[in-house]
């Protein structure tokens, strides 16, 4: 019937513009309006995720020729399993963003384009990025992937039970011990119960890393992993005995509390007032500040007091290019990151986030520097960063088997605080990443 051969013809149409509004000849993915689409994917959940989603929405708005399409993808190890399944494949994105443990085996993957490629292409100037941040990045001198949401780790503190104690609020403690009187005045207890800990690190091997740099301690030999392929850990040594030192005798104390391994439970007990001290992400800075019914205080992290502070060592993460995209497609790609890494961008997005701006010149933009002085807060991860020294130990170590490394190093922390022996625990623990490293 003529109404059945008209609808069929309909039908057809539809699928043959769908098609041509979703492919080129060469068949990549554009848009109805020809704009080359670029598939993102990212691990940023909550209000990052919606910075994200604002950036791209921004980039997208400007390009006549490039269509950002950003894909959240779960948790970093949830994202990475995912680019394991498809990478080589068709089906990887254009852009991913990888955590900073990643990098070890992103770089050796086989389905990136080192991002130096388009730095030397388009004569990108990268002076105009914080050394600091690029240096976990780059490998051999090149720069692997581009930093895109970057932190460090601080201290929070209570300012008000500071002052109730009779600790100024102005001056937070700097090594160990000043830490451990501070928890002690700090700590209450009602009979057995401890009503507020007087110190906090949440079970997350990010954080022992961290106090390890800031004492000059590596990781791991061949310089960190960054010489040569690493054999063996080392992280029993001095500086990490320091450390593992420092939480067992805060623990046998009654100072130190124990909230686990999830963010969001030592982060609450902070807020609620149940916690006076804690170390956290950078990225917490902005909710801390917000949401807390006191006056919150941040300084640098603590180190042992025969050692002075050396630094940080950059968290978060780094966008990386997959090469199972056509060039034109990776070309497409870079514009967004050039786009992301503009000053004003990254202004908008530390006011957002709390995470770092890669780019220095950000810190001249209005919009972040009302943020910094309405909260100076989020100043002191900067001069932290700033003050860095950049080594093989603050930048980071660089190992395939990373995530088992932490979780090898929070296990024994968990061990720590049950059985003590920090020594015994410690050795374990850098015997069993050794091994992890020879597999």
Same mark, same amino acid.
């Given at each position: 019937?003529?109404?059945?051969?008209?609808?069929?013809?309909?039908?057809?149409?539809?699928?043959?513009?769908?098609?041509?509004?979703?492919?080129?000849?060469?068949?990549?993915?554009?848009?109805?309006?020809?704009?080359?689409?670029?598939?993102?994917?990212?691990?940023?959940?909550?209000?990052?995720?919606?910075?994200?989603?604002?950036?791209?929405?921004?980039?997208?708005?400007?390009?006549?020729?490039?269509?950002?399409?950003?894909?959240?993808?779960?948790?970093?190890?949830?994202?990475?399993?995912?680019?394991?399944?498809?990478?080589?494949?068709?089906?990887?994105?254009?852009?991913?963003?990888?955590?900073?443990?990643?990098?070890?085996?992103?770089?050796?993957?086989?389905?990136?384009?080192?991002?130096?490629?388009?730095?030397?292409?388009?004569?990108?100037?990268?002076?105009?990025?914080?050394?600091?941040?690029?240096?976990?990045?780059?490998?051999?001198?090149?720069?692997?992937?581009?930093?895109?949401?970057?932190?460090?780790?601080?201290?929070?503190?209570?300012?008000?039970?500071?002052?109730?104690?009779?600790?100024?609020?102005?001056?937070?403690?700097?090594?160990?011990?000043?830490?451990?009187?501070?928890?002690?005045?700090?700590?209450?207890?009602?009979?057995?119960?401890?009503?507020?800990?007087?110190?906090?690190?949440?079970?997350?091997?990010?954080?022992?890393?961290?106090?390890?740099?800031?004492?000059?301690?590596?990781?791991?030999?061949?310089?960190?992993?960054?010489?040569?392929?690493?054999?063996?850990?080392?992280?029993?040594? &001095?500086?990490? +005995?320091?450390?593992? *030192?420092?939480?067992?005798?805060?623990?046998?104390? $009654?100072? %130190?509390? #124990?909230?686990?391994?999830?963010?969001?439970?030592?982060?609450?007990?902070?807020?609620?007032?149940?916690?006076?001290?804690?170390?956290?992400?950078?990225?917490?800075?902005?909710?801390?500040?917000?949401?807390?019914?006191?006056?919150?205080?941040?300084?640098?992290?603590?180190?042992?007091?025969?050692?002075?502070?050396?630094?940080?060592?950059?968290?978060?993460?780094?966008?990386?290019?997959?090469?199972?995209?056509?060039?034109?497609?990776?070309?497409?790609?870079?514009?967004?990151?050039?786009?992301?890494?503009?000053?004003?961008?990254?202004?908008?997005?530390?006011?957002?986030?709390?995470?770092?701006?890669?780019?220095?010149?950000?810190?001249?933009?209005?919009?972040?520097?009302?943020?910094?002085?309405?909260?100076?807060?989020?100043? &002191?991860?900067? +001069?932290?960063?700033? *003050?860095?020294?950049?080594?093989?130990?603050?930048? $980071?170590? %660089?190992? #395939?088997?990373?995530?088992?490394?932490?979780?090898?190093?929070?296990?024994?922390?968990?061990?720590?605080?049950?059985?003590?022996?920090?020594?015994?625990?410690?050795?374990?623990?850098?015997?069993?990443?050794?091994?992890?490293?020879?597999?």
């Amino acid at each position: 019937m003529n109404w059945k051969r008209s609808l069929l013809l309909v039908v057809i149409a539809s699928v043959l513009v769908f098609a041509a509004a979703c492919s080129n000849s060469g068949g990549e993915t554009v848009t109805e309006d020809g704009k080359k689409v670029v598939t993102f994917w990212h691990a940023m959940g909550g209000g990052p995720g919606e910075a994200i989603d604002q950036m791209v929405a921004d980039f997208n708005a400007q390009s006549d020729s490039v269509q950002v399409e950003a894909v959240y993808q779960g948790s970093y190890e949830e994202l990475l399993n995912q680019l394991r399944a498809v990478g080589g494949s068709s089906e990887a994105p254009a852009l991913v963003q990888v955590y900073e443990v990643g990098t070890k085996y992103m770089s050796e993957s086989g389905f990136i384009t080192p991002m130096q490629k388009f730095i030397d292409e388009n004569n990108y100037d990268l002076s105009d990025l914080e050394e600091n941040i690029l240096g976990y990045y780059q490998l051999d001198g090149e720069l692997y992937s581009m930093p895109f949401n970057t932190s460090n780790a601080i201290m929070f503190y209570n300012k008000d039970m500071f002052a109730e104690v009779g600790l100024d609020p102005e001056n937070p403690p700097a090594t160990f011990s000043e830490v451990k009187a501070a928890a002690e005045k700090l700590t209450k207890k009602s009979g057995n119960e401890t009503e507020v800990y007087g110190f906090a690190i949440l079970i997350y091997g990010w954080f022992f890393e961290q106090l390890l740099a800031n004492q000059g301690g590596l990781y791991l030999d061949a310089d960190n992993g960054r010489s040569g392929n690493p054999t063996k850990a080392t992280i029993d040594g &001095t500086e990490g +005995q320091a450390v593992f *030192n420092f939480l067992h005798d805060m623990n046998e104390s $009654g100072y %130190l509390g #124990n909230f686990g391994r999830t963010w969001d439970d030592i982060r609450a007990a902070f807020r609620a007032g149940q916690l006076a001290m804690y170390l956290d992400s950078t990225a917490a800075t902005r909710d801390n500040v917000t949401h807390s019914p006191f006056e919150v205080g941040t300084a640098f992290l603590p180190h042992p007091d025969s050692v002075g502070p050396n630094g940080v060592i950059v968290g978060g993460g780094s966008l990386w290019m997959t090469n199972q995209v056509s060039e034109d497609t990776q070309d497409a790609a870079w514009e967004f990151i050039k786009f992301s890494t503009q000053p004003g961008m990254q202004a908008k997005w530390a006011a957002a986030t709390g995470y770092f701006p890669i780019t220095k010149a950000a810190y001249e933009e209005d919009t972040l520097k009302a943020v910094y002085e309405e909260h100076p807060q989020f100043t &002191t991860a900067v +001069q932290q960063l700033q *003050n860095t020294q950049l080594t093989p130990a603050t930048q $980071g170590a %660089l190992m #395939n088997v990373f995530p088992e490394a932490r979780n090898i190093v929070e296990n024994a922390i968990e061990e720590l605080y049950e059985n003590g022996d920090p020594e015994g625990v410690l050795k374990r623990a850098s015997d069993a990443i050794t091994e992890a490293l020879k597999n």
